[in-house]
């Protein structure tokens, strides 16, 4: 409570506002990239001042970061099935192969631009990586109570590498936006065997 | 022998000569990256002429895949070391540590410029992708017959895809460059588990 009250006298932002203006981020940065992305005109298409838009995020990479991961609408760690197959296969079906194309290319865009820009890789690692690293420990701590992953499997350490290493190279090597379809191939071949999990 | 001789009178260009030149396009490449590369630079540095460039390459995509795929220097179906672990991790030991950051880098920085130039991505499939994949089905198939592999496992579709996730999300997801100790434990944790060889 003392925490919503403090931050609301800080930003004066409605949750509202913030998502419309994240959706414009998003928007900014499927048009035109991250490197052309300008303050300017993230103020510009939300009606902001950039003295708001500085003061509420700090900089560019922190509010594009945010922005991503705004659009993420239900954490993996709330993700929680019954079994890790299901968990798995829930968290690449939480968006229809559309909005998953048009967030691949978005991803793509930021994590080429993560390459040559600091401050974006540095709020990447702690706005996405380090939560969603820490959504999976949970997911697979409790495939580890319940007894279906051995908790010395090494393959435990590589999850995240694993998941995000099909849905990076499929665009890469074969040319095509990652689906539901592929995805979940993908993890009855490879990640469920490699965590020792039986599929059959 | 034929081949050979027509090339020969098309390029007039000698192995050494085209060896010098791929490596003065790859230097270029991690100085100015891919977008800013231009003929004339490559012109100018190697003393060739522009029109000798097109003549001989078609173009900026296809010099600069060319460039990359003359820095492997074994193809991966010559790697038959008896097992399909060591066929593997002779594959990631082909380089040292820094080479291979090195070349993580500048792989990443064209898989980047891939993203909005579709020249480049068709020569990368057609030059990289392609005869990587045929590699990989070769050292997999040799597995099959030896009783490693058994023919039917679903993850064999999905090779390329688990080693070429394992070196890209090592940068993506930890910072780091990826390493021979990185790619072999992943390897052993993820790779060989999902193939269903016993590594212990």
Redesign the interface.
């Known amino acids: 409570m003392t925490e919503a009250v403090s931050t609301a006298r800080r930003s004066r932002i409605t949750p509202e506002r913030e998502a419309e203006l994240y959706e414009a981020v998003l928007d900014l940065l499927r048009e035109v990239g991250y490197d052309a992305l300008t303050m300017d005109a993230v103020a510009a298409r939300t009606r902001s001042s950039k003295a708001t838009l500085y003061r509420q995020w700090g900089g560019k990479a922190q509010l594009v970061v945010k922005a991503l991961r705004h659009s993420k609408r239900v954490r993996t760690e709330d993700i929680d099935t019954g079994s890790l197959r299901g968990d798995l296969h829930a968290i690449v079906s939480l968006e229809d192969d559309c909005t998953m194309e048009r967030n691949s290319?978005l991803m793509?865009?930021v994590?080429?631009a993560?390459?040559h820009n600091d401050d974006l890789?540095v709020a990447f690692?702690d706005q996405m990586?380090d939560p969603e690293?820490g959504g999976f420990r949970q997911v697979l701590q409790r495939a580890v109570d319940r007894g279906e992953v051995r908790p010395d499997c090494?393959?435990i350490?590589?999850l995240?590498?694993?998941m995000?290493?099909?849905f990076?190279?499929?665009a890469?090597?074969d040319?095509q936006p990652p689906t539901r379809a592929f995805l979940t191939?993908?993890i009855?071949?490879?990640?469920l065997?490699?965590l020792?999990v039986q599929t059959d």
Chains 1, 2 share one sequence.
């Open positions: 290319a793509r865009g994590a080429m993560m390459h890789r690692r990586v690293m090494p393959a350490e590589f995240l590498h694993m995000v290493g099909g990076a190279t499929r890469l090597l040319d191939s993908y009855d071949a490879v990640v065997p490699a020792g």
